[in-house]
């Protein structure tokens, strides 16, 4: 018909193979110029000398302390590391999704005035890793776990406030669009007609975080905010191996227990 434009033919195989080489090209000589912009002195690294102090390093790491005391100290440590993340979460969870509601345009005719805002706040929470969130509470709050929980639970907020918000904007709009033409509120809607729907997802997500979280909050007590990472540096500053490596050992059997534990809950949620 007159007036209409012609269809735009799709690219021919020989010019997608040519975008593609010309797009891995352009990768390795990134890659080239990275490596080539770093002091990597593999010589070093790979010398006798080098290799004997690994090698010393791996034999001692392979020798782990059972001694009665040091195991009756890991295991608060471990507790509290399980406590930080749990707490962490949960206070991430439920700021998350106070922050998620305003954060979301939950119908086409919602103004949504606080979005944007509530995004950038999001944003600005989940840019600041958790680590600089410790490093700014400890010198607020001291040293222990709070500061530790509390960088946990404002890094994941900004996380799982920006998961939660897609989620409730990507909800199926006809039942609430069936109780919005009856009148009913948007409160009402929101609790009747949406939060039904995306409450698997949103607790899914939730134990994801967690598994995170746990191993953040073993990293997490190096700058001193309790756990087993504050084990860990102090032992580790000694240069005291074997209780070095006990504490590695701790983390990797607490790490494997939640994502195992997550994994079986998320699967129940799915089912």
Partial sequence: MAGMADPVPPPSWRSLRLRVAAFLLALLGLVGLSFASLDLQWGRFFGPQSLARMGRF????????????????LAPALLETVAMSVVGTLLAALGGLLLALPASRTHAGDPARWRGPSRLLLNVLRSVPELMWAALLLIAAGLGPFAGTMALALHTTGVLGRLFAEAIENAAPEPGFALRVRGVGEARVLAYAVLPQVTPQLLSYTLYRWENNIRAAAVLGVVGAGGLGQLLAFHLGLFQMAETATILAAMLVLVLAVDGASHGLRRLLTR
């Fill in 58 to 73: 791996a034999g001692e790491l392979l020798s782990p302390s059972l001694d009665g005391r040091f195991l009756a100290r």
